[in-house]
């Protein structure tokens, strides 16, 4: 479609490109998620990475989830895993994006949280109402980019 709509193959990387994207390791992205405390808002400093972190997590038990039920997972399951896992890799493999905005796009995923045990999946709602606080701080006081 890119090279019928531009006549190059490569548009979206040229584009990206621009904007100094780059292919890496998703882990180097997870690695540089680090909780930075310092005396002003501590709270809020930690959000993020906190939230990078808290995401992984999720992503990993409920794929996990899927995989070890994988006869009792329904394919809507499986689609929803897959789809987790490709929507969570792809920005953490390029450099300069805005994670939190790729990572609110995995909100589907809690369809898988039913299939975590009930206090694991507890743990993940608490620590995503405890992580909602600080973020909507961030994002409504304009430090969250």
């Known amino acids: 479609m890119q090279r019928i709509d531009t006549g190059r193959w490569d548009a979206f990387f040229k584009v990206q490109a621009k904007y100094a994207h780059h292919w890496q390791s998703p882990v180097t992205t997870l690695r540089a998620a680090r909780f930075a405390f310092t005396t002003k808002a501590p709270a809020l400093v930690s959000a993020r990475p906190a939230q990078t972190l808290f995401v992984a997590l999720v992503v990993v038990f409920c794929v996990a989830a899927v995989v070890v039920r994988r006869r009792r997972a329904t394919r809507t399951d499986a689609l929803i895993a897959i789809w987790a896992v490709i929507t969570w890799v792809l920005p953490h493999a390029e450099t300069g994006v805005s994670l939190y905005r790729s990572e609110a796009a995995l909100l589907p995923i809690a369809l898988l949280l039913p299939r975590l045990p009930r206090p ?14 600080p973020m909507a701080k961030l994002f409504l006081t304009g430090r969250l980019q």
């Open 120 to 133: 694991l999946a507890l743990l993940f709602a608490a620590t995503a109402v405890a992580l909602a606080v």
